[in-house]
């Protein structure tokens, strides 16, 4: 747990990661049966997790076969310690193999939308039955090659499919549950059904971990982290840096200072709307540092996405430090950063790093303050309703997501000032339109890119040589998956023709449609 994280709850159901990209989704959808859930490696010990005292375990899916050397495997100890646990895809395929069931491969696989025929045998009126509710026949999302051929022995076979035998089975006694399929995703009929089942009928867990909970953690944490010291907070603009600020002055009122650092890579107006936003809403001392210049300075020649988050990064924390001068006994510094942020930048033993978040992995190793970070725990549309809980106004809670560094990692290449100039004005369109054909709630996020090419167009009689904007547009429920939104023709058309009419320098517009996985939400 980070410094300033609000106290995890009593009840702990651990998700264990074998690689699978649904990993942070099974925990998401843990999180919203109000039961609270954290990721662990595979290759944790019986030792450490009962050190953990775990409620129950949810087992992920992942990339590998069970039956190939050196496939991913669960301590079997783990299994005598008598937790509830639940198998998805993989790691159903794991408690078979490990618990004396059987995986094969058959001829054909089965991905993508399947028919799944319940065992209608297994009623409700034996206890522990995680189908016994459910249509006799309904739709889930599967991903598999293997197939469980035979359940673990003493389980019982509850569900098949045409090409999997053994679709679902469980073991009552044991408390051990598997399913060939995906409960969290939405493609899968009554999945969350079946993950409340388990967790709130089977595991006894109790739905107590709600906003208010995690609010009077939070400050309690924050509380007895800071003591009778003073912190210092960054606002970005952002809804996390928002409510980080919140959780924090509720914590310690008039001891925190805010600090806005305006990187001269904000969107357009931003700092302005910024600074008059917390100062009106929130009532605490803010200090606005105008540091454009210096950033420039520290970007030019550097064109490299990771290079440019750590010089962003660091930079930052030495405004901060200056700003802080006046400040003696300030020793804390409060960032907004959230559990999506944790697992991308690698800090589990299976989690790759797709890219480091410059409030994670670019702070400079002489960091003269102790961080607060009492949203490490949680996910965005959490934050979102904490926010809202605290009394937030809409403006805040509800803003588009925006990087940390900025335009900065909107601006593929070099960062100058001419460059941001562009993209700022193509932005601003983008986020003008979408808000007036009324999307702007619906839309997880929108915003401009601006790449480090050139393309030939004609404007008038003339032949042009300029940028190219991407315009971007995603939906997404937790930030560690995203589809591209469906904008409407006349939308897209409307923008790409005023972008390219309005905005010098500029004359083509293209629209990503890249899902993530595989793409990220933002280019670099």
């Not at 009593?10 to 942070?24: C, K, L, N, P, S």
């Not at 897209?492 to 990220?520: F, L």
Request: aromatic residues 6%; proline residues 5%.
């Amino acid at each position: 747990m980070a410094d300033g994280a609000a106290a995890p709850p009593e009840q702990i159901v651990y998700v264990v990661d074998f690689g699978a990209q649904y990993a942070q989704l099974i925990a998401r959808r843990v999180r919203d049966l109000n039961v609270y859930s954290e990721i662990v490696p595979h290759t944790i010990t019986a030792e450490e997790l009962a050190a953990k005292n775990p409620a129950a375990l949810i087992l992920s899916g992942g990339p590998k076969s069970v039956r190939v050397e050196g496939a991913p495997e669960l301590d079997p100890a783990i299994y005598d310690l008598g937790l509830p646990t639940l198998g998805i895809c993989y790691g159903a395929q794991l408690l078979a193999k490990q618990l004396g069931g059987e995986v094969s491969r058959f001829d054909q696989g089965e991905y993508g939308r399947t028919a799944v025929t319940r065992n209608t045998a297994v009623s409700s009126d034996s206890p522990g039955r995680l189908l016994a509710d459910l249509p006799s026949e309904y739709s889930v999302w599967m991903s598999h090659f293997d197939a469980i051929s035979a359940p673990p022995e003493g389980a019982t076979t509850t569900a098949s499919t045409a090409s999997a035998p053994v679709a679902a089975f469980e073991d009552v006694d044991r408390q051990i549950y598997g399913v060939q399929y995906h409960p969290e995703v939405v493609h899968s009929e009554h999945g969350q059904a079946i993950m409340e089942k388990f967790l709130l009928g089977e595991a006894g867990l109790s739905p107590d971990w709600t906003m208010g909970s995690i609010i009077e953690s939070a400050v309690e944490a924050i509380r007895e982290q800071v003591g009778d010291g003073r912190a210092i907070c960054g606002l970005s603009g952002g809804v996390d840096s928002a409510v980080a600020a919140a959780l924090v002055h509720k914590a310690i009122g008039p001891r925190l200072t805010c600090v806005y650092v305006d990187t001269g890579l904000m969107r357009l107006n931003e700092s302005d709307q910024v600074v008059e936003t917390f100062q009106r809403h929130q009532g605490i001392e803010l200090v606005h540092v105008r540091a454009a210049e210096r950033f420039f300075e520290g970007l030019a020649g550097t064109s490299e996405p990771e290079a440019k988050r750590k010089i962003i990064g660091e930079l930052f924390i030495r405004v901060f430090e200056e700003a802080a001068g006046g400040l003696d006994d300030a020793d804390f510094l409060v960032q907004g950063t959230l559990y999506s942020d944790v697992v991308e930048s690698g800090t589990g033993d299976t989690t790759a790093t797709i890219k480091s978040h410059h409030n994670v992995g670019g702070l400079p190793d002489d960091l003269q303050f102790d961080l607060v970070e009492p949203l490490r725990n949680l996910f965005k549309d959490e934050v979102r309703r904490v926010g809202s809980e605290l009394g937030l106004p809409d403006e805040i809670v509800w803003r588009q997501p925006f990087p940390g560094p900025g335009l900065g990692v909107r601006i593929i290449g070099e960062v100058t000032p001419d460059k941001v100039h562009i993209l700022q004005q193509a932005d601003a369109i983008v986020r003008q339109e979408i808000k007036g054909a009324g999307l702007e709630r619906e839309i997880f996020q929108s915003f401009a890119v601006l790449a480090d090419i050139r393309t030939v167009g004609v404007m008038g009689d003339e032949r042009t040589y300029a940028h190219p904007i991407i315009i971007r547009a995603v939906n997404s429920d937790d930030v560690m998956t995203a589809d591209w939104a469906r904008l409407p023709y006349d939308l897209m058309e409307t923008m790409s023709s005023r972008i390219i009419n309005e905005v010098e320098g500029v004359n083509r517009v293209a629209y990503d449609i890249t899902s993530k996985p595989p793409g990220t939400i933002e280019w670099e």
